[in-house]
Structure formats: structure tokens, C-alpha cells
């Protein structure tokens, strides 16, 4: 029985709070069956020389399995996927083909919503934000549509849930202050099934917890 601890915020501001890259992380391990403590930090921990020893950005998550450690939340899945059937095929072209949609979520996806969330929600007073915003917008409408394209009558990316529908979803779940997903009612529908897993459920409610206590009450 291996022992894992998984590295996330103690406290983050309501409008980011069910976004945190460590619930895609505890959804991997919910799903995996698999055990695992919590290490709350804040900004103190964050900027420390040993806690950049496990993530060398100061960001979370930061993964210790038995001293393995591991950083980039869809590395840490992947890490873990790798060894269940249940979120990785053993056959090598399904596995492949749900290794080229973890990469897709991350690489080809949330840079779009990320970048629409970011502008919203941290730089919506600035001048330049409005400026910028319609071109920001247009892109990530763009991406989705397409990945709408690609999900049209199928329930998930590949044959059946993987990996990669789990990242996919948590990428979805960035720009969850408006309604852009929702505009693809495909996308819409496909975040909701896999919301709707258990494992995600358990994932999610873990990490909303430790926010119920605002930091110094
Ligand atoms: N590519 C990294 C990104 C990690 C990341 O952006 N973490 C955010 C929380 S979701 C963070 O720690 N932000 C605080 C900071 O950058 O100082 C991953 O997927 O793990």
C-alpha cells in the first residue's frame, strides 16, 4: 500500500475555488481507488526553499508517492492513470490515442480558457483587458467549437472514460464565471456526464472543504 500526499491551498478566493489543478489530481487518485493525505499550504509555504524542492514554481499540486515526487498536475495523472485500467487502456492504441487528449486538454484547450479566465477575472478593470478581450473570446469560442466537432455523438473523447476525459472536464471547468461552455451544449453535456462520476464528486467536495475555514478565523 503506497503512501501518497497530495500538496494544495489552504485557502483560495471564492471565484477560483473548484478549479485549483489539485482537484484533477484527487480525481485521478478517487479514481485509482487509492489512498491519499492532504499537505494544506498558503504563501508562506508556497515561497519556501523546501517546499520549491518538490515544486519548483511554488504552485500547487506537488505529489509525494513513498518519496517519489512529482509536479505538473498532468504529469501526476498521468503517473497514476498509467497503472489503472480503469483510467488508462492497457491496449497501445487506446493508450496512445488517451495520451494524445491528456495533451490536447492541456496543450491545445486550457491555454484558450485559461487565458479568457485570467483576463476576466484578474484584469477586467484594466483598459487594455477590454481591448484585448474580443480576440481572447473569439479564439477559445474557436477551440471549443472544434473540440465540439470532435465530441459530436460520443459520450467521451475516445471509447469509454480515460485520463483524458478527466483532464478534458477539468479544463472546461476553468471558465466556469460565464457561460462559454455552455454555448456548445455538446461540451456542456459531456462536463456534466463526468462531473456526474462519483470519484469527481468525492474529488471536488474534498477539495472545497478546507475553504468552509477562511485563513486566521
Ligand atoms: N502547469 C501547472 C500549473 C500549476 C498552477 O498553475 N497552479 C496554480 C493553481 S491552479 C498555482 O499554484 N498558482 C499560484 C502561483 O502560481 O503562484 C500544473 O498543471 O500543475
Known amino acids: ?30 479514481e485509482a481507488g487509492l489512498a491519499y493525505q492532504t499537505r494544506l499550504i498558503g504563501p508562506a509555504e508556497q515561497k519556501s526553499e523546501e517546499y520549491q524542492r518538490l515544486q519548483p514554481f511554488g504552485q500547487v499540486p506537488a505529489y509525494d508517492e ?7 498536475s498532468g504529469a501526476i495523472v498521468m503517473h497514476i492513470a498509467e497503472r489503472v485500467e480503469s483510467l488508462m487502456p ?21 491555454q484558450h480558457v485559461q487565458r479568457l479566465t ?13 481591448l484585448r478581450r474580443p480576440a481572447v473570446l473569439e479564439a477559445a469560442q474557436r477551440r471549443l467549437a472544434m ?8 459520450e467521451f473523447l475516445e471509447e469509454r472514460f480515460t485520463a483524458a476525459d478527466l483532464l478534458m472536464t477539468t ?3 476553468i471558465p466556469h464565471h460565464m457561460d462559454l461552455v455552455a454555448r456548445f451544449p455538446v461540451l ?10 462519483p470519484a469527481f464528486q468525492r474529488a471536488l467536495a474534498d477539495h472545497m472543504a478546507p475553504f468552509a475555514t477562511k485563513p486566521g478565523a
Not at 513513498?66 to 505538473?72: I, K, T
Not at 484584469?123 to 487594455?128: G, I, K, M, Q
Open 147 to 154: 473540440l465540439a466537432h470532435s465530441l459530436e455523438g460520443k
Open 188 to 197: 456542456e453535456a459531456y462536463r456534466l456526464r463526468c462531473e456526474a462520476r
Open 1 to 30: 500500500m503506497s503512501s501518497i500526499t497530495l500538496t494544495a491551498f489552504r485557502w483560495v478566493p471564492p471565484m477560483v475555488q473548484g478549479i485549483v489543478r489539485d482537484v484533477r489530481v484527487r480525481w485521478a487518485v478517487e
Open 171 to 173: 479544463v472546461l471547468r
Open 90 to 110: 492497457q491496449e497501445p492504441t487506446a493508450r496512445a490515442r488517451a495520451r494524445v487528449w491528456m495533451f490536447a486538454a492541456l496543450n491545445s484547450i486550457e
Open 66 to 72: 513513498d518519496g517519489l515526487v512529482l509536479f505538473e
Open 118 to 130: 485570467e483576463l476576466d477575472l484578474f484584469s477586467a478593470c484594466e483598459d487594455w483587458a477590454a
